[in-house]
Nanobody, 122 residues
Framework: QVQLVESGGGLVQPGGSLRLSCAAS????????MGWYRQAPGKQREFVAT???????NYADSLKGRFTISRDNAKNTVYLQMNSLKPEDTAVYYC????????????????WGQGTQVTGSS
Protein backbone atom coordinates (compact mmCIF):
# COMPACT_ATOMS: atom_id res chain seq x y z
CA GLN A 1 0.00 0.00 0.00
CA VAL A 2 1.01 3.61 -0.54
CA GLN A 3 0.53 6.57 1.78
CA LEU A 4 0.68 10.27 0.95
CA VAL A 5 1.12 12.64 3.87
CA GLU A 6 0.73 16.39 3.38
CA SER A 7 2.05 19.06 5.70
CA GLY A 8 2.63 22.79 5.77
CA GLY A 9 -0.88 24.15 5.77
CA GLY A 10 -2.07 26.86 8.11
CA LEU A 11 -3.43 30.34 8.52
CA VAL A 12 -1.77 33.07 6.50
CA GLN A 13 -2.50 36.72 5.93
CA PRO A 14 -3.33 37.92 2.42
CA GLY A 15 -0.11 38.47 0.51
CA GLY A 16 1.74 35.91 2.57
CA SER A 17 3.38 32.63 1.54
CA LEU A 18 3.15 28.98 2.47
CA ARG A 19 5.00 25.89 1.34
CA LEU A 20 3.16 22.60 1.29
CA SER A 21 4.90 19.24 1.28
CA CYS A 22 3.65 15.78 0.39
CA ALA A 23 5.72 12.69 1.08
CA ALA A 24 4.89 9.34 -0.46
CA SER A 25 5.79 6.13 1.32
CA UNK A 26 5.02 2.44 1.23
CA UNK A 27 5.43 -0.24 -1.39
CA UNK A 28 6.63 2.04 -4.18
CA UNK A 29 8.38 0.84 -7.32
CA UNK A 30 8.21 4.16 -9.14
CA UNK A 31 6.26 7.42 -9.05
CA UNK A 32 5.00 9.15 -12.14
CA UNK A 33 3.03 12.36 -11.89
CA MET A 34 2.65 14.06 -8.53
CA GLY A 35 0.34 16.96 -8.09
CA TRP A 36 -1.89 19.17 -6.03
CA TYR A 37 -5.61 19.77 -6.06
CA ARG A 38 -7.75 21.89 -3.77
CA GLN A 39 -11.32 22.02 -2.58
CA ALA A 40 -12.88 25.15 -1.19
CA PRO A 41 -15.99 25.02 1.02
CA GLY A 42 -19.06 24.29 -1.06
CA LYS A 43 -17.06 23.80 -4.25
CA GLN A 44 -15.76 20.88 -6.27
CA ARG A 45 -12.18 19.76 -6.05
CA GLU A 46 -10.07 21.57 -8.65
CA PHE A 47 -6.70 21.09 -10.27
CA VAL A 48 -3.80 23.20 -8.99
CA ALA A 49 -0.56 21.84 -10.47
CA THR A 50 1.23 18.67 -11.49
CA UNK A 51 4.84 17.59 -11.92
CA UNK A 52 5.71 14.68 -14.19
CA UNK A 53 8.61 12.35 -13.52
CA UNK A 54 10.62 14.09 -16.26
CA UNK A 55 10.18 17.45 -14.53
CA UNK A 56 7.44 18.78 -16.80
CA UNK A 57 5.02 20.95 -14.86
CA ASN A 58 1.48 22.14 -15.48
CA TYR A 59 -0.55 24.73 -13.62
CA ALA A 60 -4.09 25.94 -13.45
CA ASP A 61 -4.11 29.09 -15.57
CA SER A 62 -5.43 31.22 -12.73
CA LEU A 63 -2.52 30.24 -10.47
CA LYS A 64 0.41 30.66 -12.83
CA GLY A 65 2.97 33.08 -11.47
CA ARG A 66 1.92 32.70 -7.84
CA PHE A 67 2.24 28.95 -7.23
CA THR A 68 5.27 26.80 -7.99
CA ILE A 69 5.38 23.01 -7.88
CA SER A 70 8.60 21.09 -7.41
CA ARG A 71 9.62 17.60 -6.41
CA ASP A 72 12.49 15.68 -4.87
CA ASN A 73 12.45 12.27 -6.50
CA ALA A 74 15.01 10.89 -4.06
CA LYS A 75 12.61 11.65 -1.21
CA ASN A 76 9.39 10.82 -3.09
CA THR A 77 8.21 14.28 -2.10
CA VAL A 78 6.38 17.03 -3.95
CA TYR A 79 6.16 20.64 -2.83
CA LEU A 80 3.86 23.54 -3.56
CA GLN A 81 5.20 27.02 -2.94
CA MET A 82 2.31 29.46 -2.69
CA ASN A 83 3.02 33.18 -2.80
CA SER A 84 0.84 36.28 -2.71
CA LEU A 85 -1.93 34.28 -1.13
CA LYS A 86 -5.47 35.55 -1.41
CA PRO A 87 -8.55 34.81 0.68
CA GLU A 88 -9.94 32.86 -2.29
CA ASP A 89 -7.01 30.44 -2.01
CA THR A 90 -8.62 29.16 1.17
CA ALA A 91 -9.21 25.45 0.69
CA VAL A 92 -8.16 21.98 1.67
CA TYR A 93 -5.16 21.10 -0.48
CA TYR A 94 -4.79 17.48 -1.53
CA CYS A 95 -1.75 15.68 -2.86
CA UNK A 96 -2.13 13.14 -5.66
CA UNK A 97 0.42 10.69 -7.03
CA UNK A 98 0.49 8.07 -9.76
CA UNK A 99 2.44 5.11 -8.46
CA UNK A 100 3.62 1.75 -9.71
CA UNK A 101 3.72 -0.49 -6.64
CA UNK A 102 6.16 -3.29 -5.95
CA UNK A 103 3.34 -5.83 -6.19
CA UNK A 104 1.96 -4.50 -9.50
CA UNK A 105 4.58 -2.79 -11.60
CA UNK A 106 2.51 -3.05 -14.75
CA UNK A 107 0.03 -0.30 -14.00
CA UNK A 108 -0.14 3.14 -12.45
CA UNK A 109 -2.50 3.58 -9.51
CA UNK A 110 -3.42 7.04 -8.27
CA UNK A 111 -3.43 7.80 -4.56
CA TRP A 112 -4.67 10.76 -2.54
CA GLY A 113 -3.43 12.30 0.66
CA GLN A 114 -5.71 13.27 3.51
CA GLY A 115 -5.49 16.97 2.77
CA THR A 116 -4.09 19.99 4.55
CA GLN A 117 -6.05 23.15 5.31
CA VAL A 118 -4.87 26.50 3.96
CA THR A 119 -6.71 29.55 5.19
CA GLY A 120 -6.00 33.02 3.89
CA SER A 121 -7.48 35.55 6.23
CA SER A 122 -6.60 38.74 7.98
Amino acid sequence: QVQLVESGGGLVQPGGSLRLSCAASGSIFSIHAMGWYRQAPGKQREFVATSASDGTTNYADSLKGRFTISRDNAKNTVYLQMNSLKPEDTAVYYCNAGVRTQSDRSRVTYYWGQGTQVTGSS
